[in-house]
């Protein structure tokens, strides 16, 4: 590259970065937020330097506070009210959040026959992760953040395989078993208890900008259970409470309540060998 190209690419990267409507926080300090904040809320694993040096716990719930206040401000007037005040909303509802984490963690001990205890699930299980840095990215889109919510829930998709959009609705004893591939979509709404396994979609039947503002993902009532790979798509498409769904097996339509889906198999048997 001759100096003259060399100047010539910095320009137009200087140009580009003018065209940008929004500046953003790092995805590694996002993603370090996010690890503090759980092993603050769950101190399970003792690699925490925090609590292995037996910092005060005030001070480290502080620290956390003025991170957060950090990875606001470069959105600066994107926000609806400044950085601090962001950070007094979310730090003021965060207990519920983490009573919904209790009853999640719970939730899947108490399903998982695999499971042998709440501590394995919060330190291990990559469903709660997912689950947990939902609840997370939700609250701040509720109190009106742009773009980090969605930074937070694809740093925990890269570590999990669980993709779950933050504008998601969720009830609370949610469980996600094994989890790989799992995708919940943006307007998505997930009732109470409600258990799936890995590999489930619940998607949209069409994907175009101009459906951006409808609802385009299924809503799924309490006590639904659907099964390895099955996939549920459209807005308008309800699995009625206590639906059992079965492995691969693919709903554009509403169902009742109590139904059994299932995608049958054939099997035929070869003839024996003379």
């Not at 995805?27 to 037996?54: K, S, V, W, Y």
């Not at 900008?209 to 798509?233: C, F, G, M, W």
Request: aromatic share 8%.
């Amino acid at each position: 590259m001759t100096q003259q190209q060399q100047q010539d690419f910095f320009d137009r990267i200087a140009d580009q970065n003018q065209q940008y409507r929004y500046r953003l926080p790092s995805r590694h300090e996002a993603g370090r937020f996010l690890h503090r904040l759980l092993d603050f809320m769950f101190p399970i694993t003792q690699d925490c330097r925090e609590f292995e040096n037996e910092r005060d716990t005030a001070d480290i719930f502080g620290e956390i506070r003025q991170q957060l206040d950090c990875l606001l401000r470069p959105l600066g007037q994107k926000l609806e009210t400044t950085p601090a005040e962001v950070t007094e909303k979310f730090f003021e509802r965060l207990p519920e959040v983490f009573e919904l984490l209790l009853l999640d963690a719970n939730e899947i001990t108490e399903n998982d026959p695999a499971s042998v205890g709440t501590e394995e699930v919060i330190a291990v299980y990559p469903g709660f992760m997912a689950i947990a840095t939902y609840r997370i990215a939700h609250l701040l889109e509720e109190c009106d953040v742009p773009l980090l919510p969605r930074m937070l829930t694809e740093y925990a998709h890269s570590l999990t395989g669980i993709d779950i959009h933050p504008k998601a609705i969720i009830g609370h004893s949610f469980f996600i078993d094994h989890g790989t591939g799992v995708v919940i979509g943006e307007t998505t709404e997930i009732g109470n208890h409600v258990m799936i396994y890995q590999g489930v979609t619940l998607g949209a039947t069409h994907v175009a900008k101009s459906l951006a503002s409808q609802k385009r993902h299924p809503t799924i009532e309490d006590r639904v259970v659907i099964y390895a790979n099955a996939t549920i798509l459209g807005g308008r498409t309800v699995i009625g409470h206590g639906t059992v769904v079965g492995g691969n097996a693919w709903i554009t339509q509403s169902v009742p309540a109590y139904s059994q889906v299932y995608n049958q198999s054939e099997v035929e048997i070869k003839p024996q060998p003379a």
